[in-house]
């Protein structure tokens, strides 16, 4: 038996030594045969000794494992015919660090894509930064804090300690305080956390009633081609410090903080972009003017999109008494390419406002600009000016390839204005021609895109609107304000269409008030219109 490469003992029924072999006499200093078993071995061999002797069965049995000093045991009990229980001792102590390993590999990994669920599943950089501070402290360290790049003369900071809730600051410090801080703001590599002497942490950087600061990890947040901030991690004097492992680990959960971070920043920067260029995009919101009454509605082929081919403008006239000009137009295709040529469009016709009392002259100038560009669209777009003169309104319309304006008279009539001409951006030419219209008090004229008179809907789905619904339905707003008949037009589109697809749909109303006019009371406001 002294051959055996294993700590062997050989124990009777009452705990007695009866036999140890040199390997376990090695493993337990001072054991000899007739020993008491329970002054040499640990307890947990003790305590599993007197559960095979009262079991009072022969054969093998299950093993147990424990501590052995610095090394781990496995001890396998085999039950001999005289009651006496021999235990072989395995040294295990390389397996259970491997699956001790593996557990904590497992761990990390699912805390890593855990962690990068929650992350992503926001674009907002605060609650980023707010969620990269939870999940640190309370996996990492005892205190954790998220530093953004600077904004302004301050740096966007949250700090969160193990079991709290995420604090926002503005710090104006100095990241140069912090070995390793200023440079991981700028995306360079960690500094060793060795190489940082936690008892020089300036008061800034530890978190109220935190305590002395054993140790200090400082890693950069890397973002796409930028840096998205730093990520420092502090553990209490007294706490085990960093080790390198932990160090490497932090960094692999700083890459996927910094990326969810930098995303949310680019899509903070792409959503303002978005905005500012959609201002611009947009119909204006119309009003009355100089007692003529304006009113519009736009509605894009997608309700996910807010612009499209579409498009009107109102332009005020700089002094009474002159014309406004109102604009409606249809650019060929949807969404927001044809959305950039409608910003085109609209720019040019502001910048040609000064030649707004010669339409034609207008058409022709937009008409080279879009020939001379490298767009392949064309557009159609009606011109209206109006003025009030004496309740009345007059209007000079002039079409470039758009379908006819409507008139709808007090009695409910509804004419088709004359105006005809020639689509722009095609032809080294648009000839046009201009109508004059007057629009008695409680009259309107309707501009409109084809949207409104091509959508398909219905009892059956796939039947257009049509013109003569369009006009039955105008005459029955006589006399209806400007807003509300818009409102009533989009309404019955909108129901005609259903769930179903159309196209944009863009339309203006002019309309003579039932009003009188009251000069300013000031002389330098526009005045009211009342009945």
């Known amino acids: 038996m002294s051959l055996v490469p294993y700590p062997v003992l050989v124990v009777d029924g009452a705990g007695v030594v009866r036999h140890a072999n040199p390997k376990a006499a090695a493993l337990f200093p001072g054991l000899h045969p007739t020993a008491s078993l329970s002054e040499y071995v640990p307890p947990w061999l003790t305590d599993a000794h007197t559960r095979r002797t009262a079991a009072n069965a022969s054969g093998d049995h ?67 930064m707010d969620v990269t501070a939870q999940l640190a402290a309370e996996h990492l360290a005892d205190a954790a804090v998220v530093i953004a790049p600077r904004s302004g003369r301050r740096l966007p900071v949250v700090v969160c300690l193990r079991g709290g809730r995420p604090q926002r600051f503005q710090w104006d410090v100095d990241p140069a305080e912090v070995p390793g801080l200023a ?24 978190p109220e009633g935190f305590g002395p600061v054993g140790s200090i990890v400082v890693t950069p947040l890397p973002g796409h081609g930028v840096p998205a901030g730093a990520l420092v991690l502090l553990r209490r004097s007294g706490e085990t410090a960093f080790t390198d492992g932990e160090e490497v680990f932090a960094r692999l959960f700083a890459a996927r903080s910094g990326a969810a ?19 611009d995009l947009l119909p204006p919101t119309l009003h009355q003017i100089s007692g003529v009454d304006f009113a519009g509605g736009y509605r894009a082929s997608k309700d996910h999109e807010r612009v499209g081919g579409d498009f009107y403008d109102v332009h005020p006239a700089s002094t009474t008494g002159e014309e406004s000009l109102a604009v409606l137009g249809d650019v060929c295709g949807k969404g927001l390419e044809a959305a950039v040529l409608t910003g085109k469009i609209r720019n040019t016709l502001q910048a040609l406002l000064p030649m707004a009392d010669d339409h034609q002259r207008m058409i022709d100038l937009l008409n080279g600009a879009l020939l001379n560009s490298h767009h392949t669209r064309f557009a159609t777009l009606v011109m209206a000016s109006a003025v009030r003169e004496d309740g009345n309104v007059r209007l000079r319309l002039t079409s ?132």
């Not at 440079?183 to 530890?206: H, K, M, N, T, Y």
């Open 62 to 128: 299950g093993s147990v494992s424990g501590p052995v000093g610095a090394r781990s045991f496995e001890a396998h009990p085999t039950v001999q015919d005289d009651g006496k229980v021999m235990w072989w001792l395995v040294d295990d102590t390389d397996h259970q660090l491997a699956r001790q390993a593996l557990q904590e590999e497992r761990e990390r990994t699912a805390f890593l894509t855990e962690a990068s669920n929650t992350l992503l599943s926001s674009l907002n950089l605060e609650r980023c």
């Open 400 to 531: 470039a390839g758009h379908q006819p304006s409507l008139i709808v008279r007090s009695d409910g009539t509804v004419e088709e204005s004359r105006a005809r001409g020639t689509l722009v951006g095609t032809f080294p030419k648009a000839p046009a021609t201009t109508m004059h219209e007057t629009l008695a008090p409680g009259e309107f004229c309707m501009l409109f895109t084809d949207g409104f008179t091509e959508v398909k809907g219905g009892p059956l789905g796939d039947e257009f609107f049509g013109e003569d619904r369009l006009k039955e339905a105008l005459s029955h707003c006589a006399g209806m304000p400007a807003e509300a008949v818009v409102e009533h037009v989009q309404m019955l589109a909108s129901q005609w269409a259903g769930s179903g697809s159309h196209d944009d749909m863009a339309v203006i109303v002019i309309a003579a008030p039932r009003s009188h006019h009251l000069s300013a009371v000031d002389g330098h406001t526009r005045g009211r219109f009342t009945a």
């Open 183 to 206: 440079e991981a703001l700028q995306g360079f590599p960690p500094v060793p956390s060795r190489w940082i002497d936690p008892a020089r942490a300036p008061e800034w950087l530890v």
């Open 261 to 279: 971070m930098s995303a949310a920043r680019l899509y903070a920067e792409q959503s303002s972009l978005t905005q500012t260029l959609m201002r």
